[in-house]
């Protein structure tokens, strides 16, 4: 390693003399990437700190050096958030993996950043509780909210924006801060925690959250509709949301992604465009929802629906869709995986998909559509040669459309994944003026721009 480099560990190691410091070169190949198609970069070094003040120090050195510093949590980002393009330091925040405490009057926990979402469902779960935000990897919750994630429940239950009440957060100078209070709401000052959250690591460390959670559903009940076409499937979405049906999830998967699911979860579901569903509720409300929806989805033209009120059958039915990146992966080995992640209004989303779908075949590459369409947000997934730069240019000119398409009708570039690297393309054209106010803020907050740099802007 450079002089500078040693330097730099030789600082962290005399400041955190109880952590967890190390230059090992297949830990640092860990650190290099997240399950992005992005190019991996390696980190000078890793650090593993298990509390806030560890972090603050951490800081401080790289304060002292000029170094980089780049929050780590499972890897499991999807835009190459985490990957450190000009090395430095990645804090590891694995060990930093307690609940702190659980409010069940409030409904609240804290949590430090490296707890993930299992860890803490099964721990809610003795107390009759469960947190909402379900991107499908067990993610670690620091990373959910850095990317502001959402996933299959946010239809319901908003965001994991929605959920943050409170987070502890480290700035680039050393300095320890909160950006909210437990309480419901308030009216002073700034808000924070929108700043903070999705802000990708670009502005501070999260060290802790406050979040909020929900009773357990007395009764919760799947289902699992086909259709002859998406548009069918889709427009059925968009009736069941403004006739108020409150459904806690809805996710589409198209045709191909259906025998991908079969073939991957040794399951017999109809391959035709589908809708995943499911309601949360007490049994007589459940009831009349589903008779309201069997009117919609049968006016829609919907061809057969199963329900599964089992346990073990609706378990079965959501380990089959968050599998769906892997079964694609399984189905088509050698081949790399490309995703899009666009959110349109409502009223955009049969459009938007069919948009999506034609691009999709005409590019005659192995391509599902899937989505978390109760609230506009739906992903390709491109099954692609990584080493072929002509299937390459075709993958990013199908995102670009996709992309530019959702802008144009007042939509995002990333619903749910975040901006990363892949889609600092896009920002200017997304957020015009704005841009430049977040730029400043960068600034003020991160002066020497040792958070994270090259990520967003």
């Not at 680039?172 to 990708?200: I, Q, R, W």
């Not at 999830?249 to 979860?265: F, G, I, P, T």
């Amino acid at each position: 390693m450079e002089v500078t480099a040693k330097n730099i560990v030789e600082s962290l190691k005399n400041a955190l003399w109880d952590v967890e410091v190390t230059t090992n070169e297949t830990i640092r190949e860990l650190h290099s990437k997240d399950e992005s198609y992005h190019e991996p970069r390696m980190p000078d070094v890793v650090v593993f700190p298990t509390k806030t003040e560890d972090v603050s120090k951490i800081m401080k050195v790289a304060q002292q050096h000029q170094v980089p510093v780049v929050p780590f949590g499972l890897g499991s980002g999807l835009e190459g958030q985490v990957i450190p393009l000009n090395g430095g330091i990645s804090v590891d925040f694995s060990s930093m993996n307690k609940i702190l405490e659980i409010r069940e009057d409030d409904l609240l926990v804290t949590v430090q950043p490296g707890v993930t979402r299992s860890q803490l469902n099964q721990e809610l779960k003795k107390h009759g509780l469960f947190f909402t935000v379900d991107p499908g990897a067990n993610a670690t919750l620091g990373g959910m909210a850095a990317t502001n994630a959402s996933g299959t429940t946010s239809v319901r239950y908003g965001v994991m924006r929605d959920q943050v009440r409170d987070l502890e957060v480290v700035l680039p100078d050393g300095t320890v801060m909160h950006t909210g209070n437990k309480a419901a709401k308030s009216s002073s000052g700034y808000h924070l925690n929108g700043l903070f959250v999705g802000s990708e690591g670009t502005l501070g460390s999260i060290t802790e959250l406050t979040l909020r959670v929900y009773g357990i559903p007395e009764h919760v009940m799947a289902a699992r509709a086909s259709f002859p076409t998406m548009k069918d499937a889709v427009e059925s979405v968009v009736s069941i949301l403004q006739a108020g049906i409150p459904i806690a999830r809805v996710e589409l998967v198209d045709e191909a992604s259906m025998k991908q699911v079969n073939l991957h979860s040794e399951t017999d579901y109809e391959e035709k465009p589908t809708l995943f569903l499911e309601f949360h509720g007490n049994e007589a409300g459940l009831q009349q929802d589903v008779e309201f929806l069997m009117d919609i989805v049968n006016d829609h033209h919907c061809s057969k629906i199963d329900f599964e009120k089992d346990n073990a059958a609706r378990n079965q039915l959501w380990e089959a869709r968050h599998s769906l990146a892997y079964a694609y992966m399984h189905g088509y080995p050698g081949k790399g995986m490309i995703t899009t992640d666009v959110c349109v209004p409502i009223s955009e989303l049969a459009n938007a998909v069919l948009f999506a779908r034609e691009r999709l075949d005409a590019a005659g590459l192995p391509a599902g559509l899937v989505g978390h369409v109760g609230d506009g947000n739906f992903h390709t997934l491109l099954m692609v040669d990584m080493d072929d730069a002509e299937q390459l240019a075709k993958v990013n000119e199908i995102n670009e459309q996709i992309v530019l398409y959702a802008l144009e009708r007042g939509g995002t570039c990333t619903g749910e994944h975040g901006v990363g690297v892949g889609k600092q393309k896009y920002q200017s054209t997304e957020h015009g003026a704005a841009l430049a106010v977040m730029q400043n803020i960068k600034k003020v907050l991160d002066p020497d721009n040792l958070m994270n740099p090259g990520k967003i802007f």
